[in-house]
């Protein structure tokens, strides 16, 4: 159960004032019947509510599929930099979202968006072991036995052993790689490939578990997930 005034402007049908005002003008009845309560309290999955004509469908939850660019941190507010919130329109905002695990600062690709804790938890738990997959530039020399020392897992500078990860050179000329990690350590593609004397000096993260970054979305664009999307995504143990 939430307010009638929440719900609506939740909806983007106005603010609480313009609401009253809707209902003081009798424009907004719940199953069929006018109520002027802005703070009646109705059930969004059952009750009917109109605005005029309209059919107002409550949406509880929000999925958004981002390409986050580089330069903007992977948090809800931040006193210094811009957020990939500051990206959304004010509707998306009022769905109070935040971003589904964490991108660095200078990564750009696959970030999911939502306000869906249990959904968020899915794909972020160390537990679940999702894979995330990255396309990255390096330099420096690759050792040759490099592939495998990602699959044994690397030791970091602060002591960490990771866990095995994937590495396949995608062009040796120019040292672009596909790395494949199921944890998410702070910097760890970074730390790992400075763990075997090499720098990353371009990461894109590509995809989540099955869930690939839309080819067509321009960097510092999103929209919603599709519905055989999100079904994949809950359906995830």
Do not use: W
């Amino acid at each position: 159960m939430m307010r009638l005034d929440k719900l609506l402007s939740n909806m983007g049908v106005g603010s609480r004032k313009e609401v009253k005002q809707l209902l003081k003008s009798k424009r907004i009845t719940v199953n069929e019947v006018i109520v002027k309560d802005s703070g009646m309290h109705v059930d969004p999955e059952y009750d009917q509510i109109f605005v005029d004509d309209q059919l107002i469908s409550y949406q509880k939850h929000i999925y958004l599929m981002m390409h986050k660019p580089p330069g903007v941190v992977s948090a809800t507010v931040d006193n210094r930099d811009r957020t990939v919130i500051d990206l959304l329109s004010a509707d998306e905002k009022k769905f109070e979202p935040f971003p589904v695990g964490r991108l660095d600062k200078d990564t750009e690709g696959l970030l999911l968006i939502t306000n869906d804790g249990e959904l968020a938890h899915r794909l972020t738990s160390p537990k679940k072991h999702v894979e995330k997959v990255y396309i990255a530039h390096i330099s420096g020399e690759f050792p040759e036995n490099i592939v495998e020392q990602f699959q044994e897992g690397l030791t970091l500078e602060d002591g960490y052993q990771t866990k095995p990860a994937k590495l396949e050179i995608l062009n040796k000329q120019s040292k672009e790689v596909k790395v494949t990690i199921t944890e998410g350590k702070y910097h760890q593609i970074k730390r790992m490939f400075i763990a075997v004397g090499c720098k990353v000096t371009y990461l894109k993260r590509v995809q989540m578990a099955n869930l690939q970054l839309d080819d067509s979305l321009p960097i510092g664009d999103f929209r919603p997930l599709t519905e055989d999307e999100l079904q994949y995504c809950k359906s995830l143990n």
